[in-house]
Nanobody
């Protein structure tokens, strides 16, 4: 079972930036896709971004395209989410997720098998 530990959340003003990180352990990191989800109060968990096992192909929710960038460093077993031009509607708990299958780009929530504990991101003036 893979373990995921997120870091980097916090409070920021609209237009600001944050970078989240997620370090994995418990299985071979470099052959699985990774992703980020978020959940705002009273709302369902929603997909934010995913990256395939190699760090090449990526997938983003329309709401974050052009503002967020997902990347990974397989030498550090870590996936990142760079968030720029943050908006109040980006406020949520952000969760790192590990893909279920090897050598694919995960796209749906069912494509992920393990979740981190979550890190709070608050965008407010």
């Amino acid at each position: 079972q893979v373990q995921l530990v997120e870091a980097g959340g916090g409070a920021v003003q609209p237009g600001g930036s944050l970078r989240l990180s997620c370090t994995a352990s418990g299985r071979t990191f470099s052959i699985y896709g990774m992703g980020w989800f978020r959940q705002a109060p009273g709302k369902e968990r929603e997909f934010v971004a995913a990256v395939d096992w190699s760090g090449g192909p990526t997938n983003y929710a329309d709401s974050v395209k052009g503002r967020f960038t997902i990347s990974r460093d397989n030498t550090k077993n870590t996936v990142y989410l760079q968030m720029n031009s943050l908006k109040p509607e980006d406020t949520a708990v952000y969760y790192c997720a590990a893909g279920r299958s090897t050598f694919v780009l995960p796209r749906r929530i069912t494509d992920f098998t393990s979740w981190g504990q979550g890190t709070q991101v608050t965008v407010s003036s």
